[in-house]
């Protein structure tokens, strides 16, 4: 396909898009699903004060509400590929708008079961599970509950905190209508005067461009644009945190930290060990700007200047059908069940690939996998596309063998380890890649790319983790999250992160106005965690073989059966030490002499 403009979306041809009817035949089929789950609300309330009458009784519950669980996630699902694919299309936004309406309601009417669970005594469930051995699947959810006693409320506040599930919603919404629906952009300008188009989807290619006037050009036209919007920006995340908290203090948290990590049972001290175990590391990545500085010849390192190759003539168009194909090569090692499900995800239409107009910007797995996962691209042919390939296909396969391999209450796994499996297709790759070619300059490109990575998921990510444990701060302090004071911020951490060699434009202060990521509620510090256990987990595969694959694919196949820790011990990576951390930023230590020492003359 021609990538150099964006088509509208009957101009994709079908072969590369998703096919939804895996979901729901069609648009009717769904309405008709819609309707009926409407009176689901009804049927919950024939549940209400009964849980604790009987194991039966109880049994019954659970599977109901596995059942509804399933159906409200596809209905979710189908409306949320169909918006995205189009953003611009109203009729999507509002059937996406119905989904979450219904989701809202239902798990409103449930709210009452998680205080009627919480209320049956010890020994009478320890009995329940005795009469009924079927229990025993529910035995890790049901303990899960009642961990969280001291946070859960009274039936009707738990219905009343379910009911705000929508609104709480809105400021994610709204600043993603802004950023992938409302905002333009000027073309970028090169150096000789073309025009090039500039969207969330091109601004990362661009980026990467060897023409260093066009990459100026589109980092200034996105930053003054985004500036244009920065007040409403900075309103949707005030109001994302305002709700965080209000949700942390009803809950009886402390911090809103420690509500949105005591979900997914991974202690706080995991988040604010890794911010100080980078700002120890900071040297290596001084290092890395300084020899970037060198290898492009510049006598200022700008923003701009930290995505380009700094090989010349390194860089080459990589088809997506080539990409596909070397995807599949890297990843053999993980056997043939492994690379089987990836033919079949190729060639049955899981994958949304090109960008058109409208399109949500980015990528992503649907993380559902029922009946299989979505996969989501805007696939520009560079060597970032095929590797965006290899993450996203991990985060689809690893929900393909979590929801295969485990009952529908524990297949869905924490967001924790939700980056582990996607990153170690990504170091998979890198090896392949680096272990088939002799050539000085292709290996100096291909070097530079993987401290790309280390530097965007280990630096960069921790680097978004501490503003938004700042920006959390902020809000339980009382203070408003304004444009001047995230602006003030962010320009003060890039500072740091980044050193003494780079130039901070001030426009990348305005950084935070175009990360989706901040709607998250902590999401960002689990790309550093996940790369450093990915990082061990490849290097335990490359050197062990088949029993550490083996390993993995339990690994792959726990969902949330267990915490988030103990599932990657089972894998052969304890993340409870700050081993796999410090190993990975010694990485790229050595990454970063060994790309010093090549001869590029």
Same mark, same amino acid.
């Given at each position: 396909?021609?990538?150099?403009?964006?088509?509208?979306?009957?101009?994709?041809?079908?072969?590369?898009?998703?096919?939804?009817?895996?979901?729901?035949?069609?648009?009717?089929?769904?309405?008709? *699903?819609?309707?009926?789950?409407?009176?689901?609300?009804?049927?919950?309330?024939?549940?209400?004060?009964?849980?604790?009458?009987?194991?039966?009784?109880?049994?019954?519950?659970?599977?109901?509400?596995?059942?509804?669980?399933?159906?409200?996630?596809?209905?979710?699902?189908?409306?949320?590929?169909?918006?995205?694919?189009?953003?611009?299309?109203?009729?999507?936004?509002?059937?996406?708008?119905?989904?979450?309406?219904?989701?809202?309601?239902?798990?409103?009417?449930?709210?009452?079961?998680?205080?009627? %669970?919480?209320?049956?005594?010890?020994?009478?469930?320890?009995?329940?599970?005795?009469?009924?051995?079927?229990?025993?699947?529910?035995?890790?959810?049901?303990?899960?509950?009642?961990?969280?006693?001291?946070?859960?409320?009274?039936?009707?506040?738990?219905?009343?905190?379910?009911?705000?599930?929508?609104?709480?919603?809105?400021?994610?919404?709204?600043?993603?209508? %802004?950023?992938?629906?409302?905002?333009?952009?000027?073309?970028?300008?090169?150096?000789?005067?073309?025009?090039?188009?500039?969207?969330?989807?091109?601004?990362?290619?661009?980026?990467?461009?060897?023409?260093?006037?066009?990459?100026?050009?589109?980092?200034?036209?996105?930053?003054?644009?985004?500036?244009?919007?920065?007040?409403?920006?900075?309103?949707?995340?005030?109001?994302?945190?305002?709700?965080?908290?209000?949700?942390?203090?009803?809950?009886?948290?402390?911090?809103?930290?420690?509500?949105?990590?005591?979900?997914?049972?991974?202690? *706080?001290?995991?988040?604010?060990?890794?911010?100080?175990?980078?700002?120890?590391?900071?040297?290596?990545?001084?290092?890395?700007?300084?020899?970037?500085?060198?290898?492009?010849?510049?006598?200022?390192?700008?923003?701009?200047?930290?995505?380009?190759?700094?090989?010349?003539?390194?860089?080459?168009?990589?088809?997506?059908? *080539?990409?596909?194909?070397?995807?599949?090569?890297?990843?053999?090692?993980?056997?043939?069940?492994?690379?089987?499900?990836?033919?079949?995800?190729?060639?049955?239409?899981?994958?949304?690939?090109?960008?058109?107009?409208?399109?949500?910007?980015?990528?992503?797995?649907?993380?559902?996998?029922?009946?299989?996962?979505?996969?989501?691209?805007?696939?520009?042919?560079?060597?970032?596309?095929?590797?965006?390939?290899?993450?996203?296909?991990?985060?689809?396969?690893?929900?393909?063998?979590?929801?295969?391999?485990?009952?529908?209450?524990?297949?869905?796994?924490?967001?924790?380890?939700?980056?582990?499996?996607?990153?170690?297709?990504?170091?998979?790759?890198?090896?392949? %890649?680096?272990?088939?070619?002799?050539?000085?300059?292709?290996?100096?490109?291909?070097?530079?790319?993987?401290?790309?990575?280390?530097?965007?998921?280990?630096?960069?990510?921790?680097?978004?983790?501490?503003?938004?444990?700042?920006?959390?701060?902020?809000?339980?302090?009382?203070?408003?999250?304004?444009?001047?004071?995230?602006?003030?911020?962010?320009?003060?951490?890039?500072?740091?992160?980044?050193?003494?060699?780079?130039?901070?434009?001030?426009?990348?202060?305005?950084?935070?106005?175009?990360?989706?990521?901040?709607?998250?509620?902590?999401?960002?510090?689990?790309?550093?965690?996940?790369?450093?256990?990915?990082?061990?987990?490849?290097?335990?595969?490359?050197?062990?073989?088949?029993?550490?694959?083996?390993?993995?694919?339990?690994?792959?196949?726990?969902?949330?059966?267990?915490?988030?820790?103990?599932?990657?011990?089972?894998?052969?990576?304890?993340?409870?030490?700050?081993?796999?951390?410090?190993?990975?930023?010694?990485?790229?230590?050595?990454?970063?002499?060994?790309?010093?020492?090549?001869?590029?003359?």
């Amino acid at each position: 396909m021609d990538l150099s403009i964006i088509p509208e979306r009957n101009e994709i041809p079908e072969e590369y898009t998703w096919d939804l009817r895996d979901i729901f035949p069609d648009d009717e089929a769904w309405f008709a *699903e819609y309707r009926a789950l409407l009176t689901v609300p009804e049927e919950i309330a024939a549940y209400m004060g009964t849980l604790g009458e009987s194991a039966g009784r109880l049994l019954a519950w659970l599977k109901f509400s596995d059942e509804i669980g399933v159906r409200t996630e596809k209905l979710l699902g189908y409306a949320s590929c169909k918006s995205d694919q189009d953003i611009a299309d109203g009729g999507y936004q509002d059937m996406r708008s119905k989904a979450m309406a219904c989701y809202v309601a239902i798990a409103g009417a449930a709210s009452f079961s998680t205080p009627e %669970l919480l209320a049956i005594p010890d020994e009478t469930l320890d009995r329940f599970y005795a009469e009924c051995p079927a229990l025993e699947t529910y035995r890790r959810t049901l303990t899960q509950v009642r961990r969280m006693r001291e946070h859960i409320l009274s039936p009707a506040e738990e219905k009343l905190l379910a009911a705000a599930g929508e609104m709480a919603g809105a400021p994610d919404a709204i600043a993603g209508a %802004l950023r992938n629906a409302d905002l333009r952009f000027e073309d970028a300008i090169d150096s000789e005067g073309g025009h090039h188009p500039l969207s969330a989807g091109t601004f990362g290619p661009l980026m990467e461009s060897p023409d260093r006037a066009l990459r100026k050009s589109a980092f200034e036209n996105c930053y003054a644009r985004y500036g244009a919007f920065k007040n409403t920006v900075a309103a949707t995340l005030d109001a994302q945190f305002k709700q965080l908290r209000y949700f942390s203090e009803a809950r009886h948290y402390p911090t809103t930290l420690a509500a949105a990590l005591d979900h997914n049972e991974v202690p *706080e001290s995991v988040y604010l060990n890794l911010i100080e175990a980078v700002h120890q590391n900071l040297d290596a990545m001084y290092r890395y700007v300084a020899l970037r500085k060198k290898l492009l010849g510049v006598e200022e390192l700008h923003m701009y200047d930290v995505y380009t190759p700094v090989v010349k003539d390194a860089a080459v168009k990589i088809p997506y059908e *080539e990409a596909k194909a070397t995807v599949l090569e890297a990843l053999s090692i993980l056997g043939e069940d492994y690379v089987e499900l990836l033919k079949t995800g190729f060639n049955s239409r899981w994958i949304d690939v090109y960008e058109n107009r409208g399109k949500r910007s980015g990528a992503y797995s649907s993380g559902s996998a029922r009946p299989h996962p979505y996969v989501l691209l805007n696939q520009k042919d560079t060597l970032d596309s095929m590797f965006t390939i290899a993450h996203e296909m991990g985060h689809a396969l690893h929900s393909y063998y979590s929801c295969h391999k485990q009952p529908v209450n524990t297949s869905d796994y924490v967001i924790f380890v939700a980056e582990v499996a996607s990153t170690c297709n990504e170091i998979l790759l890198m090896r392949h %890649l680096l272990g088939r070619t002799a050539d000085v300059k292709e290996r100096a490109y291909l070097i530079n790319h993987f401290l790309d990575q280390f530097k965007g998921t280990i630096y960069r990510q921790t680097m978004f983790a501490e503003f938004e444990l700042e920006m959390g701060r902020m809000a339980e302090r009382g203070e408003a999250l304004t444009a001047d004071a995230l602006c003030e911020k962010y320009l003060a951490l890039n500072r740091l992160y980044f050193g003494p060699e780079m130039v901070s434009d001030p426009e990348i202060a305005l950084e935070w106005a175009r990360i989706p990521h901040f709607f998250y509620d902590y999401y960002v510090y689990q790309y550093a965690t996940g790369f450093s256990a990915a990082a061990a987990l490849a290097e335990r595969i490359l050197t062990l073989g088949e029993p550490a694959v083996r390993d993995y694919k339990r690994f792959l196949s726990g969902g949330c059966s267990t915490d988030p820790i103990s599932l990657l011990k089972i894998a052969g990576v304890d993340m409870g030490s700050p081993a796999p951390v410090n190993a990975a930023l010694h990485l790229f230590g050595e990454l970063v002499d060994e790309l010093a020492g090549l001869d590029l003359t």
